[in-house]
């Protein structure tokens, strides 16, 4: 028995594990599929050719690389909250996988915002940006966002919404909220949380290009292991550490 007093392997907590599973390497499939086929599928052609326009024709491909990045990369280390729920919920087992999926959804809602906005970004601000770059020293870029992101890991923000990540039944009792919309406010608040925790993480998926899977993989697994990891907050603030001094080192090697 465990926490909660529910087994540790009944039906409902397997099938939630294994729904989050598939809908993650489904994901993984799909932008696997995309990155290997150069867009010769008819969807792929389709996507890749929105990409590579600008401006309005881009945001739709763009956002939906984007979902299906955060999707692949996130929806794992959302594992162990939506496991949490699942045990929480055993008093509404009548409707206990519609509360479950409301949950998720809430959770990958949260994500679906942000590709929204990371894809209007970038569909609309990577020209100017790029044009503005060849101004500035090759390595400032790079540097520039390392640093931004080693410097975040170091934030009372940060902190905060990662203590919540690690902690989902602190989570749960600040919260909670009955019923399935409540379910999937819930999931929205934490999909919110787990942004505030990860997005400069995921924001170097501009040092190798998006659909970079092996690097999508990396930040995944660092993601995930800074989420459920013992020690976690050691690694991340080495982490941020890293990065800080690597962003730092790259800009400064201009100069030297």
Known sequence: MNAVGTPYLDRPRLLSLGGVLMIALAAWLALGL??????HTGWGNALSR????SGVAAWPGLTAIWLL????????TAAPVID?????????EDRRAAHVTAFAGG??????????????AQAFLSEPIAARATTLPAAWPA???LLLAGLYQFTPLKQACLTLCRNPLTFFMSHWRDGIGG???MGLHHGAVCIGCCWALMGLMFLSGAMNLAWMATLGLVMLLEKTAPGAGRIGRL???AMALAGAGLILSEYV
């Open 183 to 185: 379910a999937s406010r």
């Open 50 to 53: 929105s990409v590579a326009l």
């Open 143 to 145: 540097g520039g966002i």
């Open 239 to 241: 982490l941020g550490l």
């Open 34 to 39: 995309l990155s290997a086929a150069g867009g």
């Open 84 to 92: 949490i729920y699942v045990r929480l919920s055993r008093r509404i």
């Open 69 to 76: 990045m955060s999707v692949a990369m996130m929806l794992p």
């Open 107 to 120: 959770y990958l809602g949260a994500w679906g915002l942000l590709a929204v906005a990371a894809g209007g």
